[in-house]
């Protein structure tokens, strides 16, 4: 099984060791009121990709492939948290302070949820993590290495904090990373078209990129003609 990608065919082997990746795609980085607006940014792009992760999502469901969720968090009293990323920006909101969401980007709060389009199922994993990389500090090189997962697919937001921190420690770690381009974003449209570039040059050093119509070719699931 192969799948058309960036730098060159990204080789799949059997499915079971193939897991989908879905970053961060919470209602604190994807709506008003949360993190990724009390940092300055204009969060409204970043959902232009939640129709292309469903539709990766529901070929994982419908394959019965591994499916694993991040959420980026902190504990209620922020033992977990840095105090170097707690005080980190100007803005007018903090970590742990009360937005109209409840407290940013704190585990439990309303705005810390998936969004509802994304919702995990109870089959799926989901992995609370405190950095921007998915590997830090959290048990999932552990659940990836129980399973026997060799090949991550990785998607979400945004590109190039949590989506390239991930794939890099994934790399570093063995796995055979693929950066979905169409299934990722990022608040400044050149981070992302740089993050992918960097991600296949000099022969894929970080991993490949391939759309997400290819993925899906690829598995033999969706048709392409159906990712917008
Ligand atoms: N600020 C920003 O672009 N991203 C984050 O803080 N977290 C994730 O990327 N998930």
Redesign the pocket.
Known sequence: MRIDAQPYDYELPNLSQVALVI??MQRD?LEPGG??EA?G?DVHRLQAIVPTVKLLLDSFRAQNLTIIHTI?CHLPDLSDCPVSKQKRGRGTLNIGDLGPMGRILIKGEPGNDIISELAPLPSEIVIHKPG?GAFCRTNLEVLLNEREITHLLIT???TE???QTTMREANDRGYECLMVEDATE??FPEFKQATLAMVRAQSGIVGWTASAAAVLQGLGGVKSAAVR
């Open positions: 970053i961060d980085f993190f990724g940092l940014n980026e921007k979400g937001v945004t904090v949590c989506v990022s608040y």
